[in-house]
Antibody, heavy 120, light 108 residues
Framework: EVQLVESGGGLVQPGRSMKLSCAAS????????MAWVCQAPKKGLEWVAT????????YYRDSVKGRFTISRDNAKSTLYLQMDSLRSEDTATYYC?????????????WGQGTLVTVSS | DIQMTQSPASLSASLGETVTIECRAS??????LAWYQQKPGNSPQLLIY???SLADGVPSRFSGSGSGTQYSLKINSLQSEDVASYFC??????????FGAGTKLELK
């Protein structure tokens, strides 16, 4: 059974940093592209970043470029999101998601999410 | 960026009814479209990919159709467990992947 378990969320002040983790199990982690998708309270879904199966290629939405870094440790089957210079508008639940089998397509599996609140 | 316009924003229907949710892309996305269901308090779950392919374990009362810029999700014989928000997502042209704003489905 595919499982994605996020951790690392919480309350953080504007301008500070936070690192999210996503522990994957139930599939061969290093075969799949992975992503982070966020959802502001009572709002819709917004793609944040994607990383290729080998960690070589990364993609970001414009609003987080230069502030967020997606990475992975295939030996630990873990995905990360380093978030720097956080802003109030980054407040959201962050979901770890596995891309589809063919890569860079739909999001086949999602974690339960971790809430990040940016506030002073 | 490709804009995804989803309608209606909310929908109220009775048990056993058939409901349809629409999604329009700002340009041709060549059926590179997925639908997700998000039940209250839960994470999204994949329903449909490639516009009309049912994901594993999804009941056959769900179906997807469309082409070009116009797509739809149909739920036949609405069940109580179908109360949720539904989102479309394009993956034809990325980054960024873009989602529709969502449709909240409630029971009448």
């Amino acid at each position: 059974e595919v499982q994605l378990v996020e951790s690392g969320g919480g309350l953080v002040q504007p301008g500070r940093s936070m690192k999210l983790s996503c522990a994957a199990s139930g599939f061969t982690f290093n075969n799949y592209d992975m992503a982070w998708v966020c959802q502001a309270p009572k709002k819709g879904l917004e793609w944040v970043a994607t990383i290729s199966y080998d960690g070589i290629n990364t993609y970001y939405r414009d609003s987080v470029k230069g502030r967020f870094t997606i990475s992975r440790d295939n030996a630990k089957s873990t995905l990360y999101l380093q978030m720097d210079s956080l802003r109030s508008e980054d407040t959201a639940t962050y979901y770890c998601a596995r891309h589809d089998n063919s890569g860079y397509g739909w999001f086949a599996y999602w974690g339960q999410g971790t809430l990040v609140t940016v506030s002073s | 960026d490709i804009q995804m316009t989803q309608s209606p924003a909310s929908l109220s229907a009775s048990l056993g009814e058939t409901v349809t949710i629409e999604c329009r892309a700002s340009e041709d996305i060549y059926s590179n479209l997925a639908w997700y269901q998000q039940k209250p308090g839960n994470s999204p779950q994949l329903l449909i990919y490639d516009a009309n392919s049912l994901a594993d374990g999804v009941p056959s009362r769900f179906s997807g159709s469309g082409s070009g810029t116009q797509y739809s999700l149909k739920i036949n014989s609405l069940q109580s467990e179908d109360v949720a928000s539904y989102f479309c997502q394009q993956y034809n042209n990325y980054p960024p992947y873009t989602f529709g704003a969502g449709t909240k489905l409630e029971l009448k």
